[in-house]
Structure formats: structure tokens, C-alpha cells
């Protein structure tokens, strides 16, 4: 066992603990929960900040259990929300639940252990608890009174959107998980991102309420960016966990653009790394931060975690290519869909490969083909000052000849202006 309070501290993961809860964990094993909502089929980095507290709580010597809302999910949470969301069908909510399942399974160790985690669903004891039964067991524990308080409930009823029943009795419904864990899985503790506090205080009140026990709560911290972003989100949208979603290179690229100011506190939350290990990476890297060492430590750590060792070198491998001296031979490997997804948002331009089977001049290709220059003249003066590569090789001549047998994987060519400027060209 070690101090799993003590380790969310010194990370600068926690934000509010009840009173106790330091002490109860330090007397031996507990097991403790974090609620994942299953909106959609995959997980975000958002998500990344419970899922290493439920590592680093597993890491401790304690037993974590990771609760899908099968039940919730169909209500949806409040909490930090402007608007009531969209409800879930039951097909589409079970897709999500099975996925988010196989996604948890990557972070946490389940298995036979006495401390191996445990997936749950709350819709499994939800499914049969009609509604009068709800209002009776539960509903009649917490006052109306204790529900408005809340800061969720507050801002919803300030605004002008109001709250629907619905919402109101998400509370409640949160506060029955944490009641159930604890009677039937002698489940303790609940966790959970700060915006939860008031719904996991609302279990630990029902479980004193309803049976007389005693529960714990501990919340981390919301991530925030330096730049007042919002955290997990880029140009193109959230930043998932699930490949499909976001490609391992866009995934890994996301960590390895962190800001000096983020990766500090970045590298503590979402890396097993020790603090003696972090600080000598900071010293390294306060000492030449170009290199940026502290960004590409969290990237390679959260990638080969998130996804493979071999996602991890393929993703520095494109990075190479499009950044540094990367050759062809790497590209070649790819198929149709990972070059895309590497060169989203290069301009694109499609050519048929009709017009390039006799063969056409890199000046008619790029000007008049393509408007990737605005003139023949334009391609000519870029040739000559060195700055125009076709396929990671530099033209010497704007009268250079290409044809189908150029096309990287009978689709592509690769066209660089400069050291990053890069444009592509679909044949088809």
C-alpha cells in the first residue's frame, strides 16, 4: 500500500477531499469508483484525467471500480452544461458501452487479483426499479431543499434555459450508484472530476441517510490551458482516444505541441513518471527548451499507453517525415487512408491519372494542372532559388517530367515549397 492522496497531491491532481478520507485509505485496502458517461463510443483526453486517477488509485494497493452509465447515460448530467443534451437510444447506447469497455480494459488492470478493477453498468440495477419504487427508497431521503443547492442545479434555474425533471433527478440517480456500490460491493469511495463534487457529497448524504454508513469522496482537478482554451480540443475538434477517431500521429502530435507552461503540469497528471524522474526531465529541458524534452517524454509516454509502441514509432516516423528528413520508404507502408489522414489540412488538389499517364512538366503540373503556384514563372524562380521538392526530391528544372509511375502507393505525389508547406496530389 502507499499513499494514494499523497501521490494526487504532489501531482497537482487534487482539488476537494471530505474530511477522513486520507486516513481511511491508509488503513488498508478500500474500493472506490469513477462514473464514465457514455455519450458517445469513444473516450476523449478529457477522460484521461480520471482514468489516471483510477490507475494511480489501482497503483496503491486499492480496488478500482470503472462504472459506466447505461442507466445515466440515458439521463444525462447537468453538471458545467448550458442546455439539456440529446437522449440516447438503447442501440447506440450499448454500442458506446461495449466500445468504452475495450478502451478502459487498455489503462486498467482487471483480472482475478483482490485488487484486479471491476467494470460495472448501472443500468444493470437500474432496469428493474420501477419509479414509485425510486421515489420511495430513495427520493424520500433528500430534500428537495439539498438538491437546489447544489451549484449544478443553480446555475441550470438561473439561466435561461431552466431544468427539466429529468436533470433535476440526475442527482439522485448518481447518489443511488454510489449507495449501491457500497451496500453491495462494500465500494467506499467516489471520485471524480471537480464539476461532480455536489453529486457525489449527494451519495455519501444518502448513504448516511438511507443506511447509517460512511462513504468518502475525493474530486482533481478540471484541466485548463494556459491560453484559456479548453483542454482536449484542436482546429479539428476533441482529441479521442479511440484510432479511428484521431490517428496515433495527430494524437501524439497534440502532447508533443504542448505549451512550456502546460507540459509542467501535463507531465505530472497524465504520466506514471516519478517525481524524481520529472524533475530531472524539467532541469534537462529548462536548459535547452528548444528541444523540447519535457513534451516529447508526455507525448511518447500517453501515446505507447493509449495505444501501441509500434502507433508510437509510426506517429514519430510521420512526424519525421513531414518536419525533418524522413524518406519515402516510410510512406510506402501506408495505406490510402493513414496518408490522408497525415496530410488533413494540406491543401489538396486532384489531378486524373489519364493526364499524367504521357507524362506532364512539374511547371504545367503545379500551375496549370494544380494551382498550387499562380503562374509557370512562380515555379520557375522557386526552382531556382532551391525551395520546390516533388516526393521529398528537390527539382532541378521546371521541365522535369512526371507520370503515373511517380505516384507514392498509384495515388500520391508529395509536393514541399519551402522546409513545412506542403501540398498533395490525388490521382485518380
Known amino acids: ?80 452544461k448550458s442546455a439539456e443534451r440529446n437522449l440516447l437510444t438503447p442501440e447506440i447506447l450499448n454500442h458506446n458501452l461495449n466500445e468504452l469497455k475495450k478502451q478502459l480494459g487498455r489503462f486498467l488492470e482487471f483480472g482475478e487479483g483482490s485488487n484486479a478493477a471491476q467494470m460495472v453498468n448501472n443500468g444493470d440495477w437500474f432496469q428493474n426499479f420501477t419509479f414509485l419504487d425510486f421515489i420511495r427508497d430513495v427520493g424520500k431521503h433528500i430534500t428537495v431543499n439539498y438538491m437546489m443547492a447544489k451549484d449544478s442545479v443553480k446555475k441550470r434555474l438561473e439561466g435561461e434555459t431552466g431544468m427539466s425533471f429529468t436533470e433535476f433527478s440526475y442527482q439522485l440517480v448518481q447518489g443511488y450508484d454510489f449507495y449501491y456500490l457500497w451496500k453491495n460491493h462494500n465500494c467506499t469511495l467516489q471520485m471524480g472530476g471537480s464539476d461532480q463534487w455536489g453529486n457525489i457529497v449527494t451519495g455519501t448524504e444518502l448513504i ?32 479521442w482516444l479511440d484510432a479511428e477517431k484521431t490517428s496515433p500521429y495527430k494524437f501524439y502530435q497534440f502532447w508533443l505541441n504542448a505549451s512550456d507552461s502546460d507540459v509542467k503540469a501535463w507531465i505530472r497528471i497524465f504520466t506514471l513518471k516519478s517525481k524524481e524522474e520529472i524533475e530531472t526531465l524539467e532541469q534537462e529541458h529548462d536548459a535547452a527548451p ?37 524518406d519515402l520508404d516510410f510512406l510506402k507502408t501506408l495505406d490510402a487512408k493513414s496518408v490522408l489522414e497525415m496530410f488533413e489540412g494540406v491543401p489538396q488538389f486532384n489531378i486524373s491519372k489519364a493526364e499524367l499517364a504521357e507524362g506532364i512538366d512539374a511547371a504545367s ?18 526552382v531556382q532559388g532551391g525551395g520546390l521538392s516533388i516526393n521529398k526530391v528537390k527539382i532541378a528544372e521546371p521541365s522535369t517530367q512526371y507520370a503515373t509511375a511517380d505516384l507514392i502507393n498509384d495515388q500520391f505525389i508529395i509536393v514541399q515549397k519551402g522546409k513545412r508547406n506542403y501540398f498533395l496530389i490525388i490521382a485518380g
Open 1 to 80: 500500500m502507499t499513499n494514494f492522496v499523497d501521490e494526487l497531491r504532489w501531482r497537482g491532481m487534487l482539488h476537494d477531499i471530505m474530511p477522513n478520507t486520507e486516513e481511511k485509505l491508509n488503513e488498508g485496502m478500500c474500493a472506490g469508483y469513477i462514473g464514465f458517461d457514455p455519450t458517445a463510443d469513444s473516450l476523449h483526453v478529457g477522460h484521461l484525467t480520471q482514468i489516471m486517477t483510477l490507475i494511480h488509485f489501482q497503483r496503491a494497493g486499492h480496488k478500482p471500480f470503472a462504472l459506466v452509465g447505461g442507466a445515466t447515460g440515458m439521463v444525462g448530467d447537468p453538471s458545467g
Open 208 to 239: 448516511r441517510r438511507k443506511d447509517g454508513g460512511t462513504a468518502y469522496a475525493i474530486t482533481t482537478q478540471l484541466i485548463k490551458k494556459a491560453d484559456g482554451t479548453k483542454f482536449g480540443k484542436t482546429e479539428s475538434g476533441a482529441v
Open 290 to 326: 528548444h528541444l523540447r524534452i519535457l513534451q516529447k517524454a508526455l507525448a511518447e509516454d500517453i501515446t505507447v499507453r493509449t495505444h501501441s509502441v509500434e502507433a508510437l514509432e509510426a506517429a514519430i516516423k510521420t512526424s519525421e517525415f513531414l518536419f525533418g528528413n524522413g
Open 365 to 382: 503540373l503545379l500551375a496549370e494542372k494544380t494551382a498550387i503556384f499562380p503562374s509557370k514563372g512562380e515555379v520557375k524562380k522557386t
